[in-house]
């Protein structure tokens, strides 16, 4: 079965620091991954996904991510938070039919 | 990008009441749909696939019967909660599978959600 795990409920960071968000992840067979976020009232949108092409994913608004399969890791991070970060992040996993497993979710938080 | 809408946003329903939400895909065909639940401060949990044509598979532990999810066109999928009970309330979400060129591969673009809350 394909699972994700969150390794961090909440973030706080300052803005203009860097963001890290770990996600550690289990499946059976090489996964799709994602991450995906979560701002208040609004649907979530998808903001990188790793589908076995390069292990580094760079994704919009300038976040990245790198698939390490030898920790199953696929950790988001961005170099310099904006206020506009400020939300929630699932990371995710794709397994059979197209479905699509989530992690507990981190709550980011962005100090001015 | 593609867009995904649900309707409507935010409903407040009686205990016994049916409710009806709609998924709809506007600029793009959805041979498939996925239906979530999301609880306050928790992740997403998937209840079931709606698949255009055909009935739509639930997840372990949903009740087929009580969340009835149709899925008429490429573009439409509804789910419907009968006799709503306030444990019903939650916020609803569905995405849609863009179908792509062979080989590719397909999104998933999710739309903004409902709110159901049942007095």
């Known amino acids: 079965a394909q699972s994700v795990t969150q390794l961090d409920s909440h973030v706080s960071v300052s803005e203009g620091t860097p963001v890290l968000l770990r996600c550690n992840y289990s499946?059976?067979?090489?996964?799709?991954l994602f991450w995906y976020v979560q701002h208040p009232n609004k649907g979530l949108q998808l903001l990188l996904k790793?589908?076995?092409?390069?292990?580094l994913v760079k994704g919009i608004n300038g976040f990245e991510a790198e698939f390490k399969k030898s920790e199953t890791s696929f950790h988001l991070t961005k170099p310099s938070a904006h206020m506009s970060d400020a939300a929630e992040y699932f990371c995710?996993?794709?397994?059979?039919?197209?479905?699509?497993?989530f992690g507990a979710g981190t709550t980011v938080t962005v100090r001015a | 990008g593609a867009v995904v809408s649900q309707h409507p946003s935010r409903v407040i329903c009686k205990s016994g009441t049916s409710v009806k939400i709609e998924c709809r895909s506007l600029?793009?065909?959805?041979?498939?749909m996925f239906w979530y639940r999301q609880f306050p401060k928790k992740s997403l949990m998937l209840m079931a696939t709606s698949n255009e044509g055909s009935k739509a598979t639930y997840e372990q532990g949903v009740e087929k019967d009580k969340f009835l999810i149709n899925h008429a066109s490429l573009t439409l999928s509804t789910l419907t909660v009968t006799s709503a009970h306030p444990e019903d309330s939650s916020f609803y979400i569905c995405?849609?599978?863009?179908?792509?060129?062979?080989?590719?591969?397909?999104?998933?673009?999710f739309g903004p959600g409902t709110r159901l809350t049942v007095l």
């Open positions: 995405s849609a599978r863009e179908m792509r060129r062979v080989g590719s591969t397909d999104t998933q673009y």
């Open positions: 790793y589908t076995s092409a390069a292990t």
């Open positions: 499946s059976s067979y090489s996964p799709s």
């Open positions: 600029d793009f065909q959805a041979t498939t």
């Open positions: 995710v996993v794709g397994w059979t039919d197209y479905k699509l497993s």
